[in-house]
């Protein structure tokens, strides 16, 4: 069982910028970042295996990015330009095989951490 830990998570006024970390217990091939604000459902935001191929939602396309720290168990979220569109409690996810290559689906990722909120104020 992988556990992760997701750290980073705040309040920024609209245009401002954060920086999300996950850490994960073990090794794993493929991880993501998904959202999920109040009553909405949760949503792909990134993924990033340890080949460094990456996946974006077209909402954060060009605003964030996604990378993956030495020990490659590490995963950051560079966000940038923010709206409060992205007020959501963010999510790590991870499974231990490649990325899927057709999207960010949730059912296909294994291992969760509990979330780390960001809020967006305008």
């Known amino acids: 069982q992988v556990q992760l830990v997701e750290s980073g998570g705040g309040s920024v006024k609209t245009g401002g910028s954060l920086r999300l970390s996950c850490a994960a217990s073990?090794?794993?091939?493929?991880m993501a970042w998904f959202r999920q604000a109040p009553g909405m459902e949760r949503e792909g935001v990134t993924s990033?295996?340890?080949?460094?191929?990456?996946i974006y939602a077209d909402p954060v396309k060009g605003r964030f990015t996604v990378s993956r720290a030495d020990p490659k168990n590490t995963l950051h979220l560079e966000m940038n330009s923010l709206k409060p569109e992205d007020t959501a409690m963010y999510y790590c996810?991870?499974?231990?095989?490649?990325?899927?290559?057709?999207?960010?689906?949730?059912?296909?990722?294994?291992?969760w951490g509990q979330g780390t909120k960001v809020t967006v104020s305008s």
């Open positions: 996810a991870a499974r231990g095989v490649w990325c899927r290559t057709d999207g960010l689906h949730s059912a296909a990722y294994d291992f």
């Open positions: 073990g090794h794993v091939n493929c």
């Open positions: 990033i295996d340890t080949t460094t191929r990456t």
